[in-house]
């Protein structure tokens, strides 16, 4: 035990599939056993893990009968009972099941559409009877490769439809339960639609029930396509949307790797650890911090909770990092803004023709300004040795 090892309190939270991933590629099948649910559980209780998010399927069996349901919840309910576990987030495998191959709420044909939010409708009933407070809807196979089959448009029509019915859903259920929609640019499909955040953030506005619905940003899909990450979440933040998100690791430019946090990306990860925790002094994030990563294909069992100590260790060393950076009185020195209380009046609060005349007047020596070096190589030289860990 050291000062970097989880605790319940740092919110840690996996996905059955995740750390039950047998290392299955489109190349090769499985090269570890199926693990059960609840050894699963009892795992991650070991490891020092708060919580554990599912798909519907990752519980219960596609097809199952509703008694085996009910067996199967009241084992995993009371697996959770035992270990403390809590599930702060659920969702629906919209992808797997071969009904699914042209997406699920934006498929052309209405019954598979029906039938999808049906197999939703169970799936929130599932999560909420395990406790989910989130509900994460990843749009797995909502997109096209031969895109002249429907009109963008008309995909984008379908999938509000569907989130304002299980809003609504949800509500006229009692539940307390938000939502959390997670972009990815490509995979499975050639295109998948709304495949940013940033396209989300704009979706959800878009909806009846707008307040309840947010975003489930994850590092690797972000990155797929090429943005910044931090700039993302940063965004989401500032909107009061980040409800929940997906850590993992990422290179640009490939498929999807899932690779454990922090493992090809540690200035990003720096970055965005430093962003959550709000260590530079804004509001932190107050969510679950969710690993939806797995081991690499060469890990036994063993190894996969060495693969998921490495994402909750990372997160915390990253943490500490962050606040010896943003203590450090160089960096303060070198991030303090100019203060100009007389021009800030004039640039906050809106426009007035007295202010714009006012702004027409101000002395501006743009040369000299020009000319002002900004020491900004110094201020990532310096992030760089604390993030290499020579600066205490
Ligand atoms: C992926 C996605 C999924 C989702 C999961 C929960 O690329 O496969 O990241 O892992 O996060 O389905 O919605
Ligand atoms: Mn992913
Ligand atoms: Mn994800």
New binding site residues.
């Given amino acids: 035990m050291d000062a970097f090892d989880p605790r319940p309190e740092d919110k840690f939270s996996f996905?059955l599939?995740t750390v039950g991933n047998p290392g299955r590629d489109p190349f090769g099948g499985p090269v570890r056993p199926t693990q059960d649910a609840c050894e699963i559980v009892r795992g991650l209780a070991r490891c020092g893990a708060w919580g554990v998010n599912l798909?519907d399927e990752d519980l219960v069996p596609f097809g199952s009968s509703a008694a085996e349901r009910d067996r199967i919840v009241g084992r995993f309910q009371r697996t959770l009972a035992e270990t403390g576990l809590i599930v702060p987030m659920a969702?629906t495998n919209l992808f797997s099941p071969p009904i699914f191959k042209d997406g699920a709420f934006t498929a052309n044909d209405p019954r598979v559409r029906a039938f999808a939010l049906r197999k939703t409708m169970d799936a929130i009933d599932l999560g909420v009877e395990l406790g989910a407070r989130i509900y994460?809807f990843?749009g797995?196979r909502e997109g096209t490769e031969a895109d002249a089959c429907r009109d963008p448009q008309e995909a984008l029509k379908r999938f509000r439809e569907a989130l304002d019915f299980l809003c609504a859903y949800v509500l006229d259920q009692g539940y307390d339960l938000r939502f959390a929609l997670?972009a990815?640019p490509n995979?499975p499909r050639c295109d998948m639609y709304l495949p940013t955040t940033g396209h989300m953030l704009h979706f959800i506005e878009t909806l009846e029930h707008s307040t309840m619905v947010g975003v489930n940003p994850?590092v690797?899909?972000e990155t797929m396509a090429g943005l910044s990450f931090t700039h993302g979440v940063a965004q989401a933040m500032e909107a009061g949307k980040l409800f929940h998100i997906?850590l993992n690791g990422q290179r640009i430019g490939r498929y999807?790797q899932?690779l454990r946090f922090g493992s090809e990306d540690l200035k990003q990860a720096f970055l965005l650890v430093r962003l959550l925790e709000g260590t530079a002094g804004t509001e932190a994030y107050g969510g679950p911090r969710h690993f939806?990563a797995h081991a690499y294909r060469s890990e036994d069992v063993e190894g996969v909770w060495d693969f998921a100590r490495g994402c909750m260790r990372t997160y915390n060393i990253l943490r500490a990092r962050a606040r010896c950076f943003d203590a450090d009185p160089e960096v303060v020195e070198l991030r303090a803004g100019r203060s100009e209380p007389e021009i800030d009046a004039l640039l906050g609060g809106g426009y007035g023709a007295e202010k714009a005349a006012a702004l027409r007047e101000l002395e501006c020596d743009v040369d000299a300004i020009a000319a002002r070096g900004l020491r900004y190589e110094r201020l990532d030289q310096v992030m760089m040795e604390h993030l290499m860990g020579v600066r205490a």
């Fill in positions: 996905g599939w798909h969702t994460v990843w797995g997670e990815k995979e994850e690797a899909h997906d999807d899932d939806d």
